[in-house]
């Protein structure tokens, strides 16, 4: 037992001093190594592996090595370094992150300012009134349609009279639009009104038949040729109450939701003469006819609006909006027949049921003047495609009507056939100046 633990301290002592010992490289080549006991300027003492002790001049030996000692301080050195390196890129990467954190939260935040200030300068409150000039066109739905139920006549009727008008459909007109603006920051609420009026000539041909197909004992029909002269008043009124909304205020660019009511009138009154010679049958055709339409439209209108500032002093507004509207139209002639003494009297009209829809747009370019009082130019297109819904032709005249054709024409014409000749429509467009002046509050 004592044997063996003898051996086991010789082993550790031999492995602890490996561990620890040092190598003598000679310059040639040799290697010793061992324990260094002691050295001096001119020789080193080593203890060998085996227990000897040598003493090496210093001039011979190229090189000491100590053993663990020495590769334990380098590795701990190493490891520090490498340590000192991690936490130099952790650093680094640290800085970096935080960096790269503060510079979002930089843009953000500088976004978030930016927003605050557009939404201040956005922010409005006032009261805008505007008066504008102008000139432009317009047509009535039934100047057109009382021209199709004309060549509906010509077509089925055998007797009676019909005419064809030369004369454009629309009409030039003068303009007048007022408008009031109310703005509070995201809303709006508008009111306008607008007014035109036109003159026309009326020119044409009117074909008049006497006898055949109008219960007249004649046995032949008695026909006719008389130019048609005259003169027309148009007059168109129209007012929309609408309300705007801003999803995204902007302080230069602004757009919005509109929406609102709208209400059209549209009036015409004309003067007509037909004047021709006598017939063979010494009829005397020659008559005066006083004529007038009538068609209130009533409805909504929605789209968008938009408003651009430029250049400080100057501002492009406009309006694109689809209207839906229906409502009742009327015509109505007054006829005195020259052909008998007195005057002969005979009144017709037409009354009929529409279905309109189509579309405005609003273009207006201003100019700041002095303060809050601008200039503007305004240009305004408005077209209305009219459906036939209903409707019916009238008579006074006594003793109805037996001729079978003119009884179709009465009943199925003006529904069926009228349409496939002329698809109305009303139309408005004009361009004004004017001048607008705003009270901020």
Do not use: C
């Not at 086991?8 to 290697?31: C, H």
């Not at 009154?269 to 209130?296: F, H, K, L, W």
């Not at 408005?428 to 509050?441: D, E, K, T």
């Amino acid at each position: 037992m004592k044997k063996i633990t003898s051996i086991l301290f010789a082993a550790f002592l031999f492995l602890n001093f490996s561990l620890r010992s040092e190598t003598i490289l000679l310059k040639s080549g040799e290697k010793w190594e061992g324990k260094i006991l002691a050295q001096d300027k001119d020789s080193v003492t080593i203890k060998l592996v085996d227990g000897n002790t040598k003493v090496f001049s210093k001039s011979v030996i190229l090189k000491v090595s100590f053993g663990r000692a020495t590769e334990s301080a380098n590795l701990k050195k190493e490891s520090e370094i490498a340590e000192k390196e991690k936490k130099i890129k952790e650093e680094k990467e640290l800085a970096e992150k935080q960096k790269q954190e503060n510079e979002k939260f930089k843009v953000k935040e500088d976004k978030q300012k930016n927003r605050e200030e557009q939404l201040s300068n956005a922010k409005r409150h006032y009261l805008e009134g505007s008066l504008g000039f102008g000139s432009g066109e317009s047509q009535s739905e039934l100047r057109p349609f009382f021209q199709s139920i004309q060549y509906a006549g010509l077509l089925f009727s055998s007797g009676g009279q019909a005419e064809l008008q030369s004369n454009p459909y629309k009409s030039k007109n003068q303009s007048g639009t007022t408008r009031l603006f109310y703005a509070w920051n995201r809303f709006t609420f508008e009111i306008r009104g607008m007014e035109a009026k036109g003159n026309f000539d009326v020119s044409g041909i009117q074909t008049l038949s006497y006898g055949g197909g109008n219960g007249s004992s004649t046995s032949s029909s008695d026909k006719t040729a008389n130019v048609l002269l005259g003169s027309g008043e148009t007059k168109f009124q129209k007012v929309s109450t609408r309300f705007g909304f801003t999803p995204y205020p902007h302080p230069v660019l602004d757009f919005q939701i509109v929406g609102g009511v709208e209400r059209i009138w549209t009036k015409t009154i004309q003067e007509v003469d037909s004047v021709g010679g006598m017939t063979a049958t010494g009829v005397n055709p020659n008559r005066v006819s006083y004529r007038e339409t009538n068609n209130p439209l009533k409805g909504y209108s929605i789209g968008i609006g938009y408003e651009w500032k430029f250049l400080e002093r100057f501002t492009l507004q406009g309006q694109i909006l689809h209207l839906d509207m229906q409502g009742p139209s009327s015509f109505r002639s007054n006829e005195f027949r020259l052909d008998a003494s007195p005057f002969r009297y005979n009144q017709y009209g037409l009354d009929y049921q529409w279905k309109s829809t189509g579309t405005e747009v609003n273009v207006k370019f201003s100019t700041k003047i002095k303060g809050d009082f601008r200039l503007f130019i305004e240009a305004s297109n408005m077209t209305l495609n009219n459906k036939l819904k209903s409707g019916y032709i009238t008579e006074n005249e006594g003793g109805g009507n037996s001729d079978p054709s003119q009884i179709l024409l009465k009943i199925y014409g003006p529904q069926i056939l009228i349409p496939i000749f002329y698809d109305s429509k009303t139309i408005l467009s004009y361009v004004q100046l004017g001048a607008n002046y705003r009270f901020n509050f």
